[in-house]
């Protein structure tokens, strides 16, 4: 699909003009027939109408490299919108990749790495395949990271800590401050990893970044990634924030180029801030719905500041996710120990109303 600059501006309009226009939008990118997919917390109003016309318009170019100079031009804007020098930023196919090496670089030859459990777990398989000893300590009661439990942890041999803020799957954040308090408390070899993939979502005041503290010297590499508020998942681009020796080591594990349609992508959403907000106005306010409605049917959720929620189906989740499955709609997988909870992706407004339609009809909760 190619769209002209007259169609950026109809998309634009139609994205702002409200749900109706918003949801048609979106569901002209879903196969026809297809399941409602509700498992991989995708931004389903993406990618950008800026980024759509950045890519289209690129689209004979797909036979030359990325320049340097492109990549730069990317590299500069994210360092200029943390108020950091370029040498602080390390971009990557997807957080994804970056993750994977920084499992490589601290888990190699037996480092070990601690890790909260449940958590995202792309990091921490790809270090227990080069090697790595995980230690992993279970969420508190509210399902948060249990950082005093995570520091009591660290001995000669931890070489990193992964504190993805907010977690996947429970949904969870912590305040930024106890973030802090917890890089600065730990011992000098120590690197913090801290995975903000899912930080534009998270309700006013409750969390915030901590990239600042990469310019401050600070043993720590936050992760962001365009898969999530910029609706991009499929043009595979994220990057990373790390102290110069730190981010320079991370790039030298990574193991792939950029990707010349997700540089070009990434730069026009970054300046799409309309696209931005309505998207967060939209998914805040779908999660509303969804945990007043589990409210509503007496079910357990962890407190969500994702584009997810995680909820106690008050029965096994191989059941729960069976019974979707049936009425179209595919859920998240399991995590244990929490074997009757699922993971929901805040799709569309119709996509969520399917999803407390088919809760309806399970009869699950009250
Ligand atoms: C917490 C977290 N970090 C990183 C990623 C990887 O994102 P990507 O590789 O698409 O940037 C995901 C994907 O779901 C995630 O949930």
Redesign the pocket.
């Known amino acids: 699909m190619t769209l002209s600059r007259r169609d950026l501006l109809a998309a634009s309009a139609a994205l702002l003009a409200g749900p109706g226009a918003l949801q048609r939008a979106a569901a002209r990118e879903q196969p026809a027939g297809g399941p409602i997919v509700l498992c ?2 995708e931004n389903p109003y993406g990618p950008s109408p800026a980024a759509r016309v950045a890519v289209s318009e690129s689209i004979a170019q797909g036979c030359r490299y990325p320049s340097d100079e492109e990549l730069a031009a990317l590299t500069g804007m994210l360092a200029a919108r943390e108020g950091l020098s370029a040498d602080h930023i390390v971009t990557g196919t ?4 970056l ?1 994977c090496a920084l499992g490589l670089l601290y888990g190699r030859d037996g480092g070990e790495i601690i890790a909260a459990q449940p958590t ?1 777990q ?1 990091l921490t398989h790809y270090a227990e395949r080069a090697g790595a000893v995980l230690r992993w300590l279970p969420v508190d009661a509210q399902l948060r990271h249990d950082l005093p439990a995570m520091h009591a942890a660290v001995g000669a041999r931890t070489r990193a800590v992964y504190v ?1 803020n907010p ?2 799957p429970t949904g969870t954040v912590l305040p930024a401050a106890q973030i802090r308090d917890f890089v600065r408390s730990l011992p000098a070899p120590v690197v913090v990893i801290v ?1 903000e ?2 930080m534009d979502f998270v309700a006013t005041g409750a969390s915030g970044s901590v990239a600042d503290l990469a310019g401050s010297g600070a043993r720590v590499v936050v ?1 962001r ?4 508020i910029h609706g991009m ?1 499929g043009l ?3 990057y990373a924030i790390a102290p110069p020796q730190i981010a320079a080591d991370l790039a030298g594990a990574r193991m792939s180029t950029a990707n010349l349609y997700a540089v070009r992508a990434a730069r026009a959403s970054l300046g799409d801030s309309q696209f931005l907000i309505a998207c967060r106005q939209r998914i805040l306010a779908s999660r509303a719905r969804i945990t007043a409605e589990l409210s509503r049917r007496k079910l357990r959720y962890a407190e969500p500041q994702g584009n997810f929620v995680f909820f106690d189906t008050g029965m096994p989740l191989e059941r729960f996710s069976a019974l979707m499955r049936e009425r179209g709609i595919l859920v998240g997988r399991l995590f244990p120990p929490f074997d009757t909870w699922c993971r929901i992706t805040i799709g569309t407004e119709p996509e969520v109303t399917a999803f407390l339609g088919a809760l309806q009809q399970i009869g699950a909760g009250a």
């Not at 997807?94 to 990749?97: D, L, Q, R, T, Y």
């Open positions: 991989w917390n997807g957080s994804g990749e993750l995202y792309e993805c977690n996947n995975d993939a899912y992760l990634t365009f898969s999530k998942a595979r681009c994220g």
